[in-house]
């Protein structure tokens, strides 16, 4: 079992809906982050948390420590938000491991 | 364009050449850590750097890759005898380790893809 799980691994919506993408980790973090990686590969950081949430225009990252969760909610998606989101926790010495990815897909 | 960069962006090599890339972090950066990531997969942790030190190394990295960073600043990763399996993106990232912060937001670059023929 990988320590950080993603859900769903592919997602296709239609613009304007809301989005929910889920994280479970199954060790003991001092941060976790949300990332986002466009085709061609770059990846941007959109969140780091360690508790409560946190919130940067159209998008929401909630962490629960005590169930070891978090989720990335994108209101009102828009066809540019299709991308893959990733979900990495931080371990010792700001090491990080990464989830496996969740695919995006927004249809105009 | 986050202040990292990846020299090459693409390199295609054949089997048992050797290859390195070279990796230039935000200037200010103390860490610089080093990533591989294969089709459909997240990154996966290989080494990472303060300063000059190289702190810590993934039991992924086999004794034909080595990484170094000389002064600091920028870092080479360099795979010798590369393989097929070797074929992925690797993604290089920095960020400023404060003395009072257990935790801090790294800043990757866009990457190398590497193809092993």
């Known amino acids: 079992k990988n320590e950080v799980e993603q859900s769903p691994q592919n997602l296709t919506a239609q613009e304007g809906e809301f989005i929910t993408i889920n994280c479970s980790y199954s060790?003991?973090?001092?941060?976790l982050h949300w990332l986002q990686q466009h085709p061609g590969g770059g990846i941007v950081s959109l969140f780091m948390?360690?508790?409560g949430k946190k919130k940067h225009g159209r998008l929401i990252a909630t962490i629960n420590i005590q169930e070891k969760h978090s989720s990335l909610h994108i209101t009102a998606s828009h066809p540019r938000d299709s991308a893959v989101y990733i979900c990495?926790?931080?371990?010792?010495?700001?090491?990080?491991?990464f989830g496996q990815g969740t695919r995006l897909t927004i249809n105009p | 364009d986050t202040g990292v960069s990846q020299d090459p962006r693409h390199k295609i090599t054949k089997r048992g050449q050797n290859v390195t890339f070279r990796c230039d972090p935000i200037?200010?950066?103390?860490?610089l850590y080093w990533y591989r990531q294969t089709l459909g997969q997240g990154p996966e942790f290989l080494t990472y750097?303060?300063?000059?030190?190289?702190?810590?190394k993934s039991r992924l990295l086999s004794d034909r890759f080595s990484a170094e960073r000389p002064k600091g600043s920028f870092s080479t990763l360099e795979i010798q005898r590369t393989e097929q399996g070797d074929s992925a993106m690797y993604l290089c990232?920095?960020?400023?380790?404060?003395?009072?912060?257990?935790?801090?937001?790294?800043?990757f670059g866009p990457g190398t893809r590497l193809t092993v023929l």
């Open positions: 990495a926790v931080e371990l010792g010495a700001q090491k990080l491991v």
């Open positions: 060790v003991g973090i001092s941060a």
């Open positions: 948390l360690s508790s």
């Open positions: 750097f303060q300063n000059e030190a190289q702190l810590e």
């Open positions: 200037s200010e950066h103390n860490r």
């Open positions: 990232a920095s960020s400023l380790e404060l003395a009072a912060s257990s935790y801090n937001e790294q800043f």
